[in-house]
Structure formats: C-alpha cells, structure tokens
C-alpha cells in the first residue's frame, strides 16, 4: 500500500546523500589546509622567523629557508656564492647575516634566485 508516509521517506534520501557528500567534500577540503599548516620547516618558529635583514625586516616566511649543503656555497673573490636553481647566484654582503644556525650547517632564505638572507654554519 502507498502512503504520504512512504513518499516522504523515498523523497527523504536523496536529500539526505546530498548533505552527507557536501560535509564529506567539506572535511576533505580542509585536508590540504592541515598539510600546509605543517609545511613549513622545523627551525622556522625557533629561528627562521627571528632573522632579520639590516634594514631590520624579517627575511624568512614559513617557506624560503632552508640549510643549503656546503657543496652549494661557494667564496669566490668577488663574494659569496650559492647554488640554486641550478645556476651559482652571488650573495650581496648585506644578505649575509650574522646569526648562529641552529645545526651548524649554512643556512639560505630566497625564493628561486632572490636571496633574501644568508647564514654562515656555526654563525659568522
């Protein structure tokens, strides 16, 4: 037998599919949010965020610094040179900073082949 009853309840589903796939696709969306959230690196908060250029302006966001191997920094005698971007860049004597890495290795904060600052290993 077929009651209002029984179309409510059949009407009922697909709305209800509906709202579960958006808080589903809601849920996933924010994903990609929490990966972000921790990509940035691990010295950031305790040093990273703390250097600043001689102009006193931070140069390092959650994502431009890195330790660079010392095979990629290079004293040549018209500077400092790193490796990036698969080209040697010179480094401004102002980029270089005088602050102690936190692991003893060399330390660049850029974006592809714009130096922001630069950090001896060990400090300089």
């Known amino acids: 037998m077929y009651t209002r009853e029984t179309e409510d309840r059949s009407t009922s589903w697909p ?4 709202i579960v796939a958006i808080v589903i696709g809601f849920l996933l969306s924010l994903l990609p949010l929490r990966a972000a959230a921790h990509d940035h690196h691990p010295y950031h908060a305790e040093f990273y965020s703390q250097w600043l250029t001689r102009d006193g302006i931070s140069c390092c966001n959650a994502r431009d610094c890195e330790p660079i191997d010392d095979q990629y920094v290079r004293v040549r005698s018209g500077g ?27 330390h660049l904060c850029h974006l592809g082949t714009i130096i922001f600052c630069f950090v001896f290993g060990g400090g300089a």
């Open 80 to 106: 400092l040179e790193v490796y990036v971007e698969g080209q040697w860049v010179s480094v401004s004597p102002e980029k270089i900073r005088p602050y102690e890495a936190p692991d003893m290795m060399s």
């Open 15 to 18: 709305f209800l599919l509906v």
